[in-house]
């Protein structure tokens, strides 16, 4: 049931990763990962989490809240979620939580100021749903990334994240895996976009055997299309205990992207070579198997590499039947 801004108004809209209250519910999946990445010592992007107590906020101050309760009562059906995403669209942002957007907004660019003195900074806008990211369901993939972002455009970007708890995909994901609809909330993760050489994602047991070698996937620049599945990445298999290299196929070479002037651009790949070097991803999978130590389970990482280092995105638990 939406909160009202009154009782959501207590928690803050606004923490930076890596100093994240420890435990903090309202963080949701990626951004709670993240967080504990950073404090663990993992290079992460710079960037803050937009609360799920900011999100509650938005919700509590629609025109109707009797009537949006009602819509959230009749999901999945259609119509219903087409009444929510309606009311949503047609709601201000509330101006306390435009406030904080603007503050941390502010902070950010001034850390990334000081790293990175050349250009308007970019970001990265992804969301962050409570339940994703878990044991019990993943929604890889289902709520929205923005790229290539800047300061003006971000709050609506966030605007769109909120309203990807709501997408099609995300109500039949919902449904099929008999996941409530009440309650439901969204953090949303902003961060410097790091122009990546290299995009990849690892996981510490095989998704397919079930076997305990490690598995990566990589393609060169971002890692958008990794994750959307319209591209065909680099696999490469490792046998855990010494990281040889026990497997390697190719790729395709197909649309890529890579970030240009701040902004993603799409080309062709534009190399026959291995993406990752025998080095790079031993390197990666080594990071991989400490945190699926420190996590106490298998675990699949996204990373990108960025002038020979390794920078994590995101880290959740291998979820059975996503």
């Keep these: 049931?939406?909160?009202?801004?009154?009782?959501?108004?207590?928690?803050?809209?606004?923490?930076?990763?890596?100093?994240?209250?420890?435990?903090?519910?309202?963080?949701?999946?990626?951004?709670?990962?993240?967080?504990?990445?950073?404090?663990?010592?993992?290079?992460?992007?710079?960037?803050?989490?937009?609360?799920?107590?900011?999100?509650?906020?938005h919700l509590g101050s629609v025109a109707d809240p009797a009537a949006l309760r009602s819509a959230i009562a009749g999901l999945p059906d259609e119509e219903a979620r087409c009444a929510i995403v309606n009311a949503l669209e047609a709601t201000p942002t509330p101006r306390s939580v435009g406030s904080a957007i603007s503050g941390g907004l502010e902070a950010l660019?001034?850390?990334?100021?000081?790293?990175?003195?050349?250009?308007?900074?970019?970001?990265?806008?992804?969301?962050?749903?409570?339940?994703?990211?878990?044991?019990?369901?993943?929604?890889?993939?289902?709520?929205?990334t923005e790229l290539g972002r800047g300061v003006d455009e971000v709050e609506a970007a966030i605007r769109r994240c909120w309203l990807s708890l709501w997408s099609p995909?995300?109500?039949s994901y919902r449904a099929r895996r008999n996941l409530p609809f009440d309650g439901i909330a969204?953090?949303?993760v902003v961060q410097a976009l790091i122009?990546?050489?290299?995009?990849?994602?690892?996981?510490?047991?095989h998704p397919v055997t079930g076997h305990d070698d490690v598995?990566?996937?990589?393609?060169?620049?971002?890692?958008?299309?990794?994750?959307?599945?319209?591209?065909?990445p680099e696999t490469i298999v490792l046998e855990r205990s010494s990281r040889t290299i026990v497997e390697?196929?190719?790729?395709?070479?197909?649309?890529?992207?890579?970030?240009?002037?701040?902004?993603?651009?799409?080309?062709?790949?534009?190399?026959?070579?291995?993406?990752?070097?025998?080095?790079?991803?031993?390197?990666?999978?080594?990071i991989a198997l400490t945190i699926e130590g420190e996590y106490g389970g298998p675990v699949d990482l996204e990373a990108a590499r960025l002038h020979g280092r390794w920078i994590l995105l995101q880290a959740r638990p291998i979820t059975a039947g996503r």
């Design 195 to 205: 122009p990546a050489d290299a995009s990849a994602v690892v996981f510490t047991r």
């Design 1 to 57: 049931m939406p909160t009202t801004a009154s009782s959501s108004s207590r928690h803050a809209f606004v923490v930076s990763l890596g100093a994240a209250p420890i435990g903090a519910a309202d963080l949701g999946g990626k951004a709670a990962s993240l967080d504990r990445l950073a404090r663990a010592g993992y290079p992460i992007p710079p960037g803050f989490c937009l609360t799920a107590a900011a999100f509650r906020e």
């Design 109 to 144: 660019c001034r850390e990334l100021a000081t790293l990175s003195p050349d250009g308007p900074p970019s970001f990265a806008v992804r969301s962050s749903a409570l339940d994703e990211d878990g044991i019990a369901a993943s929604f890889a993939g289902l709520h929205e």
């Design 215 to 232: 598995l990566i996937n990589a393609i060169r620049g971002l890692g958008e299309p990794l994750v959307s599945g319209s591209a065909t």
């Design 169 to 171: 995909a995300a109500i």
């Design 186 to 188: 969204m953090a949303v």
């Design 248 to 286: 390697r196929t190719p790729g395709d070479h197909g649309r890529r992207l890579f970030v240009r002037d701040g902004c993603p651009v799409e080309m062709s790949d534009p190399s026959l070579e291995p993406v990752l070097s025998d080095g790079a991803a031993r390197d990666l999978a080594g």
